[in-house]
């Protein structure tokens, strides 16, 4: 693992020109987004391994604090809290935001986009601070609508990686142009379809089982969103599973897969599909990664007691 201080990194690398563009776009714009309330910018953070021929980053967006109450709808009452105290877990609980970038031949592929640097998201920086220019990404794969995954795709209206291919879930897609415009959704289904509006030809959508990309495969993981895709990675023999948004916490989610997030846009069905995916990946001992847990993000899960227990490894 590799963490640094944006300032760290920048004296290390001694680069001025850059260091004047991360300094005054992300470093600085934070400063302002406080006085609003919003968010703060994330220290640099990237892990990189190799699975096959591919070569593999995960590259942090950005870590925030969030009230373990959204981990359980329908939790009995004191429920989460005796789940997190049973393993010594504290609350707030904090959310990372793990972006996968894969290079894999000739492709320069992101797995979603975080949060947007005007939110104080940190892949656009960590990209050009790992030699990335935005216009060498060949393929940006969204797995779902929500705004942590997509609102990166644009900045200032435009297309953040101008020449890439945009996947998108077909049955996301589907949903997302039924969203009524009372709806609590109508936002989101804006935010999503302002980036259809911008990558125009460039938008290409996905159906489940289906290669995307050289040795990555999607699966149709509904529940969470009704077009939530994960995907597997095969290279050389080597495997992993990027589980997404199937389960939210590594401690919590998994220990009680039958719980709905308050982000489940269909709560038995994210509970189902939780049980199926990770019950699977337990069994066969498949590599995961997943968008939300604890950076770097990557492990195996095993099942024990109702459920299942993360275990990290790099
Ligand atoms: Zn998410």
Redesign the pocket.
């Known amino acids: 693992m590799e963490q640094f201080s944006r300032r760290d990194m920048l004296k290390l690398l001694g680069v001025s020109a850059l260091g004047t563009a991360v300094m005054g776009k992300i470093a600085f714009e934070p400063q302002a987004a406080r006085a609003q309330g919003a968010p703060t910018a994330t220290p640099i953070a990237f892990f990189r391994f190799s699975l096959g021929a591919m070569q593999l980053t995960v590259i942090r967006d950005a870590a925030r604090q969030q009230d373990p109450a959204v981990l359980g709808r329908n939790a009995p009452e004191g429920g989460i809290a005796e789940v997190m105290k049973a393993n010594n877990f504290p609350a707030p609980i904090t959310?990372t935001?793990n972006v996968l970038l894969m290079r894999n031949g000739d492709k320069v592929a992101l797995f979603?986009t975080g949060l947007g640097v005007a939110a104080g998201g940190a892949l656009v920086a960590t990209l050009e601070l790992l030699g990335v220019p935005r216009d060498s990404v060949t393929d940006v794969v969204l797995t779902?609508m929500?705004p942590?995954?997509v609102s990166g795709a644009l900045t200032d209206g435009a297309l953040t990686f101008p020449n890439a291919t945009y996947h998108y879930s077909q049955a996301e897609f589907d949903f997302i142009n039924k969203v009524p415009s009372d709806s609590p959704l109508a936002q989101v289904a804006a935010t999503n379809k302002a980036i259809f509006e911008a990558a125009g030809s460039k938008l290409k959508l996905y159906a489940p089982d289906t290669e995307i990309l050289p040795g990555v495969t999607t699966a149709a993981a509904y529940g969470?969103t009704l077009g939530h895709t994960i995907f597997r990675f095969q290279s050389e023999g080597q495997q992993m599973l990027h589980a997404?948004?199937t389960a939210?916490n590594s401690v919590v989610s998994l220990a009680r897969p039958e719980w709905h997030t308050a982000?489940d846009v269909n709560g038995e069905m994210a509970a189902e599909t939780r049980r199926r995916v990770f019950g699977e990946a337990a069994k066969s001992g498949t590599r995961i990664f997943a968008?939300?847990f604890p950076f770097p993000g990557t492990g195996f899960v095993v099942a024990e007691g109702e459920g299942f227990r993360f275990i990290p490894a790099m």
Do not use: A, C
């Open positions: 959310t935001f979603d779902h929500h942590d995954h969470h997404v948004d939210l982000f968008y939300h």
